[in-house]
């Protein structure tokens, strides 16, 4: 028998030819294997991870909108695919799904902190924004100006946030600094929560507050954390690095960034009429649109018991009070009724403002009583707002999930993070209904939550003689900031539910 131990040239000359042949394999295989570019474009599908905010995707009228979704898109057709978008229920999420390799790209305002980096790579950086606090206004209350003002008050930042990061920075010369960190929340929970008190403060990138302040009268920014950061798309780190480089390439092309500076004005500009939340054009509309309608809206409260003001902010949703509006489905008028619901509440003619808001009001009346008496207010009217947006089978589908993912099924705050599952193929087949396009009902509600908050801030320091309906000079001012002039007198808000 041959042994090798006896010819160790020969043993030598094998174990060559061996390496050898496992390199020209090797070789081979990387010859035949396409880089993550090509594999994206063969596929011809890049999968994008988001979340649903104004600024990087929502709906509007229907139609997906958002800086985010638009730049992402615009890249997706520079390489001729198509987007496919993840949009997560929480923006601790993001890093999951990118890690997990269920996306190529995550685009949601991502800041690119030391930290991050050594997990993923980045796109070239697009925008800068910086850390702000972010605080309520209040009588006696002074605004805080340094970090140690913070001593001793109650601060939440978002789970996965860069806010973590800069806070534990700060901590090391201020030891006393002390704050929560929030699995749940959203942006615009913790909004809610600094508006309502019962959160001192949080913080958030200065982009982000800016889109939204416009519905949250008496927040305000109290200063920076640190200076303005880089703002770039997130990548896993690949070893051909093909994807980044054809970032790079695209980002630095001319007509990028005049993309960039359109949607920037379109997004982010406070005085652009298309900016989705443009108080500018809000203030003109209830001048001029709104008072002609407002003893219609007083009407209907009267006739069937919903808050005026709900039925204002529902009517802005969805007509801006135009009594011309049309959609493109033929729903019509002020309270944008379909023919169906028309003939359900006695409307002859939808485009009549008198008619469109009692109607609008008296069809809320019937939508509310879908939902179980069991649900307390407010809730009761979100989900009934909802379930008119979506249909009320999607609306259980959604409860559904929000139970047996141990949630409460009968409060909004929950059963909001789980709509958005109806349109994710991982949960839809399981529900009964099926695909259903779960953000746009939370955009919805969070919309007309918002308006009436916006009008109840725009009636409550109104000083102009052109707000001159009622008076009430028993009408607290509670905490609101107080207006300049106030002999004038405003509209009466002794009628408005405090929950609402």
Do not use: C
Not at 75 to 86: D, P, S
Not at 231 to 248: C, F, P, R, V
Not at 270 to 289: A, Q
């Amino acid at each position: 028998m041959f042994k090798l131990r006896n010819a160790p040239h020969l043993r030598e000359l094998i174990y060559l030819a061996a390496l050898v042949s496992i390199m020209f394999a090797l070789s081979m295989i990387g010859l035949n294997t396409p880089s993550q570019l090509e594999a994206i474009q063969q596929k011809g599908v890049i999968r994008v991870v988001t979340t649903n905010s104004p600024l990087t995707y929502f709906t509007r009228k229907g139609e997906p909108a958002g800086f985010e979704y638009e730049l992402t898109k615009a890249f997706a057709e520079h390489l001729g695919v198509e987007l496919e978008l993840t949009v997560s229920d929480r923006f601790a999420d993001i890093f999951g799904v990118l890690q997990e390799r269920n996306a190529h790209l995550a685009a949601a305002g991502l800041t690119a902190t030391e930290q991050r980096r050594k997990r993923f790579d980045f796109s070239p950086p697009y925008r800068s924004s910086a850390p702000v606090l972010v605080y309520r206004v209040r009588r006696g209350n002074p605004a805080p100006r340094d970090v140690e003002d913070l001593y001793g008050r109650s601060i939440k930042v978002l789970q996965g946030s860069s806010y973590i990061n800069v806070l534990e920075n700060l901590k090391t010369e201020y030891p006393e600094l002390k704050w929560t960190v929030s699995e749940d929340d959203q942006v615009i929970d913790l909004l809610d929560q600094v508006h309502e008190g019962s959160l001192d403060y949080t913080v958030l990138d200065s982009s982000v507050f800016d889109n939204h302040k416009s519905f949250y009268p008496g927040l305000k920014a109290a200063f920076d954390l640190q200076p303005p950061q880089p703002i770039a798309w997130m990548l896993n780190q690949h070893h051909d690095g093909s994807l980044k480089a054809a970032l790079t390439q695209w980002f630095r092309m001319e007509s990028t960034q005049r993309r960039i500076k359109l949607l920037e004005e379109r997004y982010f500009s406070r005085t652009n009429p298309l900016n989705f939340f443009d108080t500018v054009s809000f203030r003109e509309d209830l001048h001029e649109r709104f008072l002609p309608l407002y003893p219609w809206f007083r009407q209907a409260e009267e006739e069937t018991g919903i808050n005026w003001l709900l039925l204002a902010a529902i009517a802005y949703q969805e007509s801006h009070w135009d009594a011309d509006a049309v959609s493109p489905t033929g729903v019509r008028g002020i309270m944008m009724l379909t023919n169906a619901a028309a003939s359900e509440v006695g409307v002859d003619d939808r485009t009549d403002p008198k008619q469109s808001i009692l109607g609008g009001a008296r069809y809320l009346v019937n939508v509310k009583k879908k939902i179980p008496d069991r649900i307390l207010e407010p809730d009761h009217t979100w989900f009934a707002l909802a379930g008119y947006n979506i249909g009320f089978g999607h609306l259980e589908d959604a409860r559904i999930l929000t139970q047996k993912a141990g949630k409460d099924p009968d409060k909004w705050k929950h059963v909001r993070e789980f709509l958005p599952r109806l349109s994710d193929p991982k949960f839809y087949p399981q529900t009964r209904y099926g695909f259903a396009r779960g953000h746009e009902p939370v955009t919805y509600v969070s919309n007309i939550r918002k308006y009436m908050e916006l009008m109840r801030w725009e009636v409550e320091t109104a000083t102009s003689g052109e707000f001159t309906l009622e008076t009430d000079p028993e009408e607290p001012a509670g905490d609101l900031p107080a207006p300049a002039v106030q002999e004038k007198p405003r509209l009466p808000l002794s009628n408005l539910p405090s929950q609402l």
